[in-house]
């Protein structure tokens, strides 16, 4: 955990107001947490005097304190390396002409990172009240981001980024929290051998399946809440990516699949056709259409039952009930693409029927009474 963490919040603000002071010469005026997500990563919204030295236009007024914090190493799969820091993959998007926050100064110590408050309004919250042509529009200029993405090629000395892939352990990291987290939650009862074999056999051969793919530059998260409007840009330079510190190399269908089947926006099937269409024949190795909706379905497979397996675990094991609203669109997903894979191989047949068979629990009132 960031030593910033273990203090008290009288000494934690103490020592951001000492940091903003040594990074940009200004008073820290006032600390707002941010709810946290899933993660142990924290944030804080940090509003900034201007000082009588520097009263220019590029000081902010308003900055983000990123808080790293450790993984749970009980949610890695062995073998599985830690993500790595922020910087200085941020800087190199940065220099790519990649959209990403400005930094502003950090202090490796307290693991604290000040960047641009890109304010709280994140694609997923910008969609909920679109009008569909704006809508259309947003994903157009979120999914221009992945070709873009996909043509860095890795510096020299490389960084972590590009040593780090979508490997077979990772599928098996995700098939485990499936079958522990998420098949007794939805079964109601625990799952028996042969549906657990069913869930490591799906997740087996979608790993075959990427073994031979090529890898590209990948987000990894790159959902509609990671990615947020800059206030006043103009088209197509409104969107930047944030949370970008689990970058891997990864099938060019990977980061379509975490933004366009993505639980916390159901987007219609024809706008999620439409985009893949026109995105398909930009990306840097412009797979062939059949194999790109075999691995888009298959990885969908993947993303989106481990995405749900999270928000199940945070549920049963926290309380945390945030996300259970998100699960439905999560099964019906699954649902579709297992569907769609279904004739491909035996394997996916099986896979489809135990999909079919997952119920949501039924609402409880507060006594526990059905």
Request: charged share 30%; net charge negative.
């Amino acid at each position: 955990m960031s030593f910033l963490l273990r203090l008290s919040d009288k000494d934690r603000d103490h020592a951001l107001a000492a940091l903003v002071k040594r990074a940009l010469g200004a008073e820290l005026l006032e600390i707002e947490p941010i709810a946290p997500g899933l993660g142990n990563r924290r944030f804080f919204r940090l509003r900034l005097a201007k000082t009588a030295e520097n009263k220019d236009e590029e000081q902010p007024t308003r900055l983000i304190a990123r808080v790293e914090a450790e993984e749970d190493g009980d949610k890695r799969a062995d073998g599985v390396a830690p993500e790595p820091p922020l910087e200085p993959l941020r800087h190199f998007l940065e220099q790519a002409g990649i959209p990403v926050p400005k930094r502003y100064g950090g202090d490796a110590e307290l693991a604290v990172e000040l960047l641009e408050d890109l304010g709280s309004t994140s694609l997923e919250a910008a969609v909920g009240t679109a009008s569909r042509t704006l809508r259309a529009e947003l994903y157009d200029e979120a999914c221009a981001l992945i070709p873009r993405l996909q043509q860095l090629e890795a510096p020299h000395p490389k960084l972590a980024a590009f040593e780090r892939r979508l490997d077979r352990p990772l599928f098996e990291s995700k098939a485990f929290r499936v079958v522990k987290w998420a098949l007794p939650y939805w079964l109601g009862r625990e799952p028996n051998p042969a549906e657990c074999e069913v869930v490591r056999a799906t997740f087996s051969l979608i790993a075959d399946t990427c073994d031979s793919a090529p890898l590209r530059l990948s987000h990894r998260d790159l959902k509609a809440a990671n990615i947020h409007l800059r206030h006043g840009a103009p088209k197509g330079q409104r969107l930047v990516m944030i949370d970008l510190q689990g970058a891997f190399m990864a099938p060019p269908e990977y980061d379509l699949v975490c933004l366009l089947r993505d639980n916390h926006v159901c987007l219609p099937i024809g706008d999620v056709m439409a985009q893949l269409e026109t995105t398909r024949p930009r990306l840097p190795d412009a797979p062939e259409p059949e194999l790109f909706d075999r691995r888009f379905t298959l990885l969908t497979l993947s993303r989106v039952a481990k995405d749900a397996a999270h928000y199940i675990n945070a549920f049963t094991t926290a309380g945390d009930a945030r996300y259970l609203d998100f699960l439905p669109t999560a099964r019906e997903y699954l649902r579709e693409a297992s569907l769609r894979a279904s004739g491909w191989d035996p394997v996916l047949q099986r896979y489809a029927d135990l999909i079919e068979s997952l119920r949501e629990p039924e609402k409880q009132d507060s006594e526990g009474v059905p």
